[in-house]
Every structure is written in structure tokens, then in C-alpha cells.
């Protein structure tokens, strides 16, 4: 079983969850950021809620573990495969983003990107990432994701599981915001 995102076709051309695709000849884990922002910045408008990732709303555990399933990030040029988080200090402060004490990002290991973008539901990304690299990279560049780096287990056919442990203060203050200048 794969576990790709299907488009829907349309009158005006190929949808995913109601949305025109950007280049309708890529599949959608190929569509890059701009997409992936207004998927984020729609299901903020219409849920009212932080959505991250794929749309993951969670609430953690008594042991302080989430988990969700989603798609595997497709490599869009200029950015090492990633996925974003957000955490709040509790379930009152999802609905406002500016409620949020962590933001960042799980960096995708190099070589598991290798194998599922080997993958014909990926045609872009293996060549997208064949011009990037953590060291480079504007957000795991400073220490090449030394902290931000997943693991990973799987295979393209049943799926694969991505961890990371991640420490977080809910005691600490919201922000409002990432640092000037980062791109998705």
C-alpha cells in the first residue's frame, strides 16, 4: 500500500483537499512551499486552529509524546526535506498562533529521502534534493540539523515512522513569532 496524496480532477484542473494545484503537471508533494503556506494559513482560517504539518492538530500525552500520520514531505528546490511543528502551552492556546512557545522544523534523514524519492510518485524531489544539504540549508545549516535530525524506520511500502525527542518548556512565554528572514 502507498500512502500518496491523490489529486481530484476539476473543471478548472487537479485539486487536493479543494485546492487548485500550483504546477497541475507535479504531484502534490511536489507543489513546494507557497502550497504548502496557504494550506496552513486555510485550515488556520477555517478551523480557527494551529495547523501544522498535515494539518495535525494534537494534544500530548501524560508522557508528552504526539504522533500523527501524513504524507512523506516531498524536497521542493532551495530546502532540506522537513516538517514543521508548533507547540503551545495548552489546549486553550491553540486557536492563536501567537500563543505558540516552540516553532521549528524535523529535518528528513538524507538517506531515507534517497529511497522514497526513488519513488515515481516523487519526480522532482530526488533532483531537489541532489542540490541541497543540511550545511547549507537556511534553518539546519548553523549545526546541520545536529538537533533537528529525525530518525527513521520503514519503507516506501508500509510507511515509514519518523522520531524525534524534542524538550520543551510549556512554562515559557509566547513570542509571537519566528525569527526575521526564515523561509518555510
Do not use: K
Request: proline residues 7%; aromatic residues 6%.
Amino acid at each position: 500500500m502507498t500512502r500518496f496524496p491523490h489529486t481530484e480532477m476539476t473543471p478548472d484542473g487537479p485539486a487536493y483537499e479543494g485546492r487548485l494545484l500550483d504546477r497541475a503537471d507535479e504531484p502534490v508533494v511536489d507543489q513546494g512551499a507557497p502550497f504548502g503556506i496557504r494550506a496552513l494559513v486555510s485550515r488556520r482560517g477555517i478551523l480557527g486552529l494551529v495547523a501544522l504539518g498535515a494539518g495535525a492538530i494534537q494534544v500530548a500525552g501524560s508522557d508528552g509524546v504526539v504522533s500523527f500520520t501524513s504524507i512523506f514531505p516531498g524536497c521542493y528546490d532551495g530546502r532540506w526535506p522537513h516538517i514543521h511543528f508548533e507547540v503551545s502551552p495548552n489546549v486553550d492556546a491553540i486557536a492563536d498562533a501567537s500563543n505558540a512557545i516552540a516553532t521549528s522544523q524535523v529535518a528528513l534523514p538524507q538517506d531515507t529521502c534517497e529511497i522514497v524519492y526513488a519513488d515515481a510518485a516523487y519526480p522532482s524531489s530526488a533532483s531537489n534534493l541532489s542540490r541541497v544539504s543540511l550545511a547549507d540549508d537556511n534553518v539546519f545549516g548553523e549545526d546541520e540539523g545536529a538537533l533537528q535530525l529525525a530518525t527513521t524506520t520503514g519503507d516506501n511500502t508500509t510507511g515509514w515512522t519518523v522520531a524525534l525527542g524534542v524538550r520543551v518548556d510549556t512554562s515559557t512565554t509566547p513570542t509571537a513569532g519566528a525569527a526575521p528572514g526564515r523561509r518555510c
